[in-house]
């Protein structure tokens, strides 16, 4: 009995040693984050375990707890009517709201989910259960794109199929079978779907052909750069759950099949040290010191290296590219773009990737809405669903809804 006592009680201890991490206090409910975090952690343990004994790779083991965890059939409802199907190849599932009475053509949204370009996907409960709210509140059509993800494609594979769909969709016919108004098309997306949601919205400013198709954009902490690990946000949430920054890094480097022996080097921005020429001249459109308001920078101060590792952009050149880092696109890009919402939290390391983008669109001329989240922390918006349900979840999602309702 007593032997047992000791055990349990040691048992208890390695768990909570094991769940507690330090959490920032002005996040929203700290203690959840807390065991979501752990969760997650466990997850990409067992995943990495799986990976070494040669079973399989680590991101396909991971995406198999993460399905399993919750991947919706497509079942209608008398509100929303959910199809799967395919646009030119690429996998979607399309929600299609009921159209308000006096408007025959519906608002419509394509979405792209996050993932870190590996996971999730648009069956996956969180984001079905998103497009789902989408098409309801906002009487709109949701596509939601089913992209091929790392490691059956790498970059720039994951970008070409979300621009494949999107212009399939975006075509006269297509519009009209769904009974889509081609003046008021929007594109979204959360994390590294914010990401290809910009390449999208990049791709659609500056190719002719292309101009004016879409009304808005809406980037939910997108990821955007892949020059300066060490911006504010990055410093301040290094370790902060859901997305620590050396696991970041690792998504960078996996999109792009690259060596994770750069992931270290890389955290201290070896990769575009002032010796890698190209890097250095880039990195001048991340000058996040007079980019970013003093509230936000704090007492961070930038980390540029005179000597680095050049290996890292001849092994890697696409991290300098901006089909990978919109961030760095050039002005003339950000000039096309649409009426822009961007959501930013603050316990997240890709904070100042979605304000950069905010204050670059914004000298380019575009109207930009920049929503911070005092209390938010990575991947918040999907988290509304008991039991992994945030207050700050709830709050995100409504005025990224309401902002979309108002300006699409
Ligand atoms: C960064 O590069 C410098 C110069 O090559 C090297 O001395 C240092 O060890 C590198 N840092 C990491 C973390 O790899
Ligand atoms: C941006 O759009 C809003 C809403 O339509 C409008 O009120 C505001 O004047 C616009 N701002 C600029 C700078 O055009
Ligand atoms: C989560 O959902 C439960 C059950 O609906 C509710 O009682 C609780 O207040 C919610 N928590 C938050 C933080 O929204």
């Given at each position: 009995m007593r032997s047992s006592c000791v055990l349990l009680a040691a048992l208890l201890a390695l768990a909570a040693y094991y769940v507690y991490i330090p959490v920032p206090v002005s996040v929203s409910e700290p203690w959840k984050l807390m065991l979501l975090d752990a969760t997650?952690?466990?997850?990409?343990?067992?995943?990495?375990?799986?990976?070494?004994?040669?079973l399989s790779h680590h991101l396909i083991a991971l995406n198999?707890?993460?399905?399993?965890?919750?991947?919706?059939?497509?079942?209608?409802?008398?509100?929303?009517?959910?199809?799967?199907t395919d646009f030119d190849g690429v996998e979607v599932r399309v929600f299609e709201g009921s159209p308000k009475p006096d408007e025959?053509?519906?608002?419509?949204?394509?979405?792209?989910h996050g993932g870190g370009w590996a996971l999730a996907g648009a069956k996956v409960s969180y984001y079905d259960e998103l497009c789902t709210a989408m098409a309801e509140e906002l009487n709109a059509v949701i596509v939601s794109i089913d992209y091929r993800l790392v490691p059956q494609v790498y970059f720039p594979e994951q970008t070409y199929d979300v621009i494949r769909a999107t212009k399939y969709f975006l075509q006269p016919e297509v519009l009209h079978k769904y009974?889509?108004?081609?003046?008021?098309?929007?594109?979204?997306g959360d994390s590294a779907g914010g990401n290809l949601a910009t390449v999208?919205?990049?791709?659609?400013?500056?190719?002719?052909?292309?101009?004016?198709?879409?009304?808005?954009?809406?980037?939910?902490?997108?990821?955007?750069?892949?020059?300066?690990f060490n911006t504010p946000s990055y410093q301040q949430n290094m370790n902060t759950p859901i997305l620590p920054?050396?696991?970041m890094v690792r998504y960078w480097v996996e999109y792009f099949k690259g060596n994770s022996d750069f992931?270290?080097?890389m955290i201290v921005n070896n990769h575009t040290s002032l010796d890698v020429e190209r890097a250095a001249a880039l990195r001048a459109r991340l000058n996040w010191p007079s980019?970013?308001?003093?509230?936000?920078?704090?007492?961070?101060?930038?980390v540029v290296q005179t000597t680095g590792d050049a290996r890292i952009i001849q092994e890697m050149p696409q991290l300098l590219d901006a089909a990978s880092s919109p961030l760095i696109a050039d002005q003339e890009v950000l000039q096309g773009l649409p009426k822009t919402y961007i959501l930013t939290c603050e316990h997240d390391v890709l904070r100042d990737d979605g304000v950069m983008y905010a204050k670059r669109l914004e000298s380019a001329g575009v109207n930009v809405t920049w929503d911070h989240f005092e209390d938010g922390f990575h991947g918040c918006m999907i988290f509304t669903s008991w039991p992994i349900n945030f207050s700050v979840g709830i709050r995100t999602r409504n005025n990224y809804i309401k902002w979309l309702d108002q300006n699409l």
């Open positions: 997650f952690r466990i997850g990409q343990q067992v995943s990495h375990l799986i990976h070494s004994l040669g198999f707890f993460i399905i399993s965890f919750g991947k919706k059939s497509a079942r209608s409802s008398l509100k929303v009517k959910v199809t799967d025959p053509l519906q608002r419509s949204v394509i979405y792209i009974k889509v108004d081609p003046g008021r098309v929007g594109i979204s999208v919205g990049q791709q659609f400013s500056y190719v002719e052909s292309l101009k004016n198709k879409l009304k808005v954009q809406a980037l939910i902490y997108p990821v955007l750069q892949a020059l300066d920054r050396h696991v992931v270290e080097p980019l970013l308001p003093a509230s936000i920078r704090k007492h961070y101060k930038p």
